[in-house]
């Protein structure tokens, strides 16, 4: 019998663990951690042996195959003695493709991924497919193999999750966009980055779809340089195409397999011009499948977006509160300033992933009448944007940031909560940091 390790107990870790056991596998999960009480109980119930607070280094380097957590980096010494040793290291991602002929639908990129992977979903669901939704959002791959078999998943993947691919190849993949982000586990190299997020393309054929943004230098710079063996789907908000989606006099023209899709963008659920470029990304992949156009035009009227991306609040005395807590780096910011239309007071900052802020400069400069930092250093963003506005002030907390803006905003202002950085300093992570947002306007 093969002997799978399991480093990280999470969910994707946890989905691993008990795909491999339902498969015939002994496995051990290590987490050098603590496991959170709900994970312990499913590894108990399943019978699987597992340990926390440490690394038992011979049971670990016994392996025949080690899944590895995506959130470990593949520079730790005991990865590296691993690798050394000739062991197989896998993501969950990767063990878990080698266990279902489903057509899968691989979404990345830097900013839009979850958006366009729920719109996704909800195009592929509405139009009558069998399909599931999971990978970087809610349940992990392995976990939804077991819990719920369809003929059609729709996976967010993350370049961490690339990083740990060998044969994984979705019949449609979408690259979104890609800007720099996550930049320290890089080495702070941008093309390593980019490498990381074209991994979801690596094994696709001539059958496979590549669905990406020809507005982005950076995409169309690497496609142009590479051989792609899949089907070029580009999008485009600026230029019309002969083939895949663009934006003409407010309308977006879809052209798929001898099939064209128009609907109008102030028929669309979601606001704002990346939500144009999410919509052309999610409806390209749902006319690929053979999803009717009725359906996908009614099915984009009617969507509810991802919590913590824009979301709306509450208004109170005439001013908007908007949660975008899972702007976690500058460009998901500079798309969020775009889309607000009326005079924004901006609370910003976390941890800093070597951020570069001077393309916010002219968004901050026309919309922005007040800069609220929440971080515990903010000196970066002081440098950026301090003079700019009425006014700038750093907090500490949710509530006390809530507050000030709730002192400074006037009618018909914006509050936007748009970090533009990682959330942990102050927080467990960005729904963390969305939850107390919303909490603290309620208790206004």
Request: net charge negative; charged share 25%; proline share 2%.
């Amino acid at each position: 019998m093969k002997t799978i390790v399991v480093l990280g107990a999470g969910e994707s870790g946890v989905g691993a663990a008990l795909l491999a056991a339902d498969r015939g596998f002994a496995v051990f999960v290590s987490d050098r951690g603590s496991i959170a009480s709900k994970y312990k109980n499913i590894l108990d119930k399943a019978g699987i042996s597992y340990e926390e607070g440490e690394h038992t280094k011979e049971k670990i380097l016994a392996a025949d195959l080690i899944v590895k957590s995506p959130g470990i980096p593949d520079t730790v010494p005991l990865i590296q003695e691993a690798i050394n040793k000739g062991i197989k290291i896998w993501s969950e991602i990767e063990f878990a493709s080698r266990y279902t002929e489903a057509c899968l639908i691989g979404i990345t990129g830097s900013n839009g991924k979850t958006t366009t992977t729920m719109l996704t979903h909800h195009l592929l669901s509405e139009g009558g497919l069998s399909v599931g939704m999971g990978g970087n959002i809610g349940k992990s791959f392995a976990g939804l193999l077991l819990e719920e078999p369809k003929e059609h998943y729709v996976l967010e993947l993350s370049s961490f999750q690339l990083d740990g691919i060998e044969e994984f190849k979705p019949h449609i993949a979408v690259i979104c966009n890609i800007t720099p982000d996550h930049l320290d586990r890089y080495n702070y190299d941008f093309n390593a980055y980019i490498e990381s997020k074209f991994r979801i393309t690596k094994n696709q054929t001539k059958e496979d779809y590549l669905i990406y943004d020809a507005d982005d230098p950076v995409l169309v710079d690497y496609i142009n340089n590479h051989q792609i063996q899949a089907q070029l789907v580009p999008f485009s908000i600026s230029e019309q195409l002969e083939y895949g989606a663009y934006l003409d006099h407010q309308t977006i023209y879809i052209k798929t397999n001898q099939n064209t899709i128009s609907m109008k963008v102030d028929t669309l659920a979601l606001e704002g011009l990346h939500n144009v470029k999410n919509t052309m990304a999610a409806s390209a992949a749902a006319s690929l499948l053979q999803i009717r156009k009725e359906s996908i035009r009614n099915s984009v009227q009617h969507f509810q977006g991802a919590a913590h991306r824009m979301e709306k609040v509450l208004k109170i005395n005439h001013v908007n509160y908007i949660n975008d807590s899972k702007a976690t780096n500058v460009n998901a910011t500079f798309y969020a300033l775009e889309s607000v239309k009326s005079p924004i007071v901006w609370i910003v900052g976390g941890v800093d992933k070597g951020n570069d802020y001077s393309s916010l400069m002219p968004l901050v400069r026309e919309k922005v009448k007040a800069i609220i930092c929440l971080g515990e250093d903010n000196q970066k963003l002081k440098a950026a944007f301090e003079g700019i506005g009425e006014l700038f002030v750093e907090t500490y907390a949710m509530s006390e940031a809530v507050k000030v803006a709730y002192k400074v905003a006037e009618r018909g202002d914006s509050v936007l909560l748009s970090p533009a950085c990682a959330s942990f300093d102050l927080f467990e992570n960005y729904e963390d940091r969305g939850n107390q947002f919303k909490e603290a306007v309620r208790n206004l």
